[in-house]
């Protein structure tokens, strides 16, 4: 019983077991959650229909605290413990999340944080409210829950490149492309009828902060900056630059609407203008905070 969490509760990720993720935080998959975190409380967030299925691409990014049970007489009750998660426990726990997002390149969403989560156990055994000294909820996600669809176990190289990432982000300019990091993770999480749309304009943000244009023709700058950056060969540079000027051209017509038939067909086109740009995108963060 001597050991409680924080957690903050994730979708989008197949964890097969533990990960020590340093500075005292680990990852774990849901099923070695159920040991201090009941299933009825992502109901909160996702029909009680959950239950029912696949759990494998929930985990939670874990801060382990020490707890001892109090006791006491009729007239000598315990005194009640209080505490005060770590201050930047949620910050840490949602920048980890975004790198793992865009390293990984997919969706990762937030559900739900419970502070002071006590063994299971012991809630039996001292007749205690079971449920955590504090929650807060995240987004609804009964959509994303399937009974058929699988998600295969995360390899550990690809955690170990997270880990390093995130590890150095104090000795690398992470600090300066925190905000570009979020925003491409955030844009994995748009959805609703314009979420296509949504997802060009994110793009467009990542790459204005990103390579900074200060001239009139900032379609040029931009498709030049990241073949510049990105292309190791002529080449390269040609394809980056014709993917950089079609999806600047869709961004536009999504800024300024369906003026004429031109633009309709532009923004018709804005789900298949997600995938290049987006690699490029990703590419040139990881890069950059190396």
Known sequence: MGVALDVAVFHGVNFGTEVDLGEEYVLLPFHELSTHVEMEWLEEVAAKQVCWRRMEPVFGIVRRFPWQPKFGGLYDPPRTQTRQPPPLFHRWAAEFSNLLSITLGRRVSWLATFEGCIPRRAVGFLRKNGSPANSHKGRSISHLF??????????????????DLFARRRQTEYPEYAAIIQRLAEAHRREGRFAAEDRILDLAIVFERFFKPRGRSIARELANAAADYLANDDGEKTKIKEKMRQFYKVRS??????????RKRLIGQADDSWNNPHELARIAALKRIE
């Open 146 to 163: 399937s009974s058929f669809q699988e998600f295969d176990v995360i390899e550990e190289k690809q955690i170990e490149v997270v880990k």
């Open 253 to 262: 017509a999504i800024i300024h609407g369906p003026t004429d038939d031109r």
